[in-house]
């Protein structure tokens, strides 16, 4: 059903790799995002909770930076311990705090290139504007459907994304204390389609901002666009809820021979995304051009 609309979505969304390292630990967690690009002059969509985190990613490496360079000032000694203490409480380091967030976007421009980030002021909705790059990768962009108030209870849709990084282009370097991204390794990660039924419309004070989906989105496909079988983008996944069913089960059940008790509750785990007219609204809003159907 989706198979001719999966390869031209595919042609305009695009992957955000992510690295993280937590504080004193020397073990690198791979994650990921996505964004889906508008138009020829740089602009793409995702999320507002995935565009956050660029900017974090920015503090947090100059936070590192001035810590790393205020511990050099340490004097030696007995007291540097409980000194080097002190500087790390200053600046907010401590056991589960992240000290380290980098981020590459994958086939999206070619060359260097500076990064503007809009966000919503209420959504979880962001604009990103790559600029100063020698060649953009996409050469096809989203369409959106016209009629946005044809999203209605029954409409089947797909999200695209990047849900389980598989890339492994990375490594801590102890020297310098600091994750940095390697030419070895696996560089890409495979995109992930999952379908899904409209359920209900999403309310907020603006009135529908948003859809519910039978199925879940997944961790990754955040900023990812959810599209009909004709690949007309009419939303983008944002997060996923859990609905209590009040099927809890306890009792006794026969696996593989043996006996074996089982206590557990069933949840229904369904996906969110920002409805059509709220891109739209959003792109308008920042004089960002796009396409849509009449």
């Not at 990103?128 to 849709?157: H, I, Y």
């Not at 696996?255 to 709220?278: D, I, P, Q, T």
Request: hydrophobic share 40%.
């Amino acid at each position: 059903m989706f198979v001719s609309a999966i390869d031209t979505v595919s042609r305009f969304t695009r992957p955000i790799h992510t690295v993280t390292r937590l504080w004193e630990d020397t073990r690198v967690m791979p994650g990921s995002a996505t964004l889906f690009f508008v138009n020829a002059d740089g602009w793409a969509l995702t999320c507002k909770h995935v565009a956050s985190q660029l900017v974090v990613a920015e503090r947090l490496a100059s936070k590192s930076a001035t810590f790393k360079a205020e511990r050099t000032q340490l004097a030696a000694g007995k007291k540097s311990r409980s000194a080097l203490r002190a500087l790390e409480r200053k600046h907010g380091f401590g056991s589960g705090v992240t000290v380290e967030m980098h981020h590459r976007f994958i086939n999206c421009v070619d060359g260097s290139f500076q990064l503007e980030i809009r966000l919503h002021p209420t959504l979880d909705v962001a604009l990103l504007k790559f600029s100063g790059f020698t060649t953009m990768r996409p050469t096809r962009f989203a369409v959106f459907s016209g009629p946005g108030d044809e999203l209605k209870q029954g409409k089947s849709l797909c999200r695209l994304g990047v849900p389980f990084p598989e890339f492994t282009n990375f490594e801590y370097d102890a020297e310098a204390d600091q994750v940095r991204w390697t030419t070895t390794g696996r560089a890409d990660t495979p995109q992930f389609p999952i379908d899904g039924m409209v359920t209900r419309h999403l309310n907020g004070p603006e009135g529908i901002v948003g859809v519910e989906l039978s199925t879940p989105g997944l961790r990754g496909q955040s900023g990812g666009p959810a599209f009909d079988s004709h690949g007309l983008v009419w939303g983008m996944q944002t997060a996923t809820n859990d609905l209590d069913l009040n099927f809890d089960v306890d009792m006794d059940v026969l696996r593989n021979g043996k006996s074996r008790h089982v206590r557990e509750s069933a949840f229904l785990h369904v996906g969110h995304c920002v409805h059509v007219n709220v891109l739209k609204q959003f792109m308008r809003d920042n004089g960002v051009g796009f396409q849509e159907t009449a």
